[in-house]
Nanobody
Framework: VQLQASGGGLVQAGGSLRLSCAASGRTFGRYVMGWFRQAPGKGREFVARISWSGRNIYYAGSVKGRFTVSRDNAKNIMYLQMNSLKPEDTAVYYC???????????WGQGTLVTVSS
C-alpha cells in the first residue's frame, strides 16, 4: 500500500484542520492505520490508531478529546479531524499502515501543521 497525506496548513490556536491520508492498493481495508507526528527538534510520536473495521481506536493522551480519527474503506481514505489546536500541536504529521499486531510497514510523506499562538 502507498500512502499520501494532505490537509496540513497554518491555523491559529483554537482552530481546526482535517488531515487526509489517501491509500492506493486493494488491501487498504485489511490494515491498521495510524497517525504520527514529529515536531521540530523532536522524535516521532504516536497520535492515533484505528483498526481495519474502525471499531477500535486509540489516541495519545495529549490529543484525546480534541482529535478524531476515522476511515472510509470504500474510498481508501483515513482522516484526522483536529479541533482546539494548540501551538504544541505544530509538527509534520505522517500516516502509516500496517497489519494487525505487526509493525507499520508503509508511511506517507508527511504534511506540515503549524499552529500560531
Amino acid at each position: 500500500v502507498q500512502l499520501q497525506a494532505s490537509g496540513g496548513g497554518l491555523v491559529q490556536a483554537g482552530g481546526s484542520l482535517r488531515l487526509s491520508c489517501a491509500a492506493s492498493g486493494r488491501t487498504f481495508g485489511r490494515y491498521v492505520m495510524g497517525w504520527f507526528r514529529q515536531a521540530p527538534g523532536k522524535g516521532r510520536e504516536f497520535v492515533a490508531r484505528i483498526s481495519w473495521s474502525g471499531r477500535n481506536i486509540y489516541y495519545a493522551g495529549s490529543v484525546k478529546g480534541r482529535f478524531t480519527v476515522s476511515r472510509d474503506n470504500a474510498k481508501n481514505i483515513m482522516y484526522l479531524q483536529m479541533n482546539s489546536l494548540k501551538p504544541e500541536d505544530t509538527a509534520v504529521y505522517y500516516c502509516a499502515a500496517g497489519p494487525y499486531g505487526g509493525a507499520y510497514e508503509a508511511w506517507g510523506q508527511g504534511t506540515l501543521v503549524t499552529v500560531s499562538s
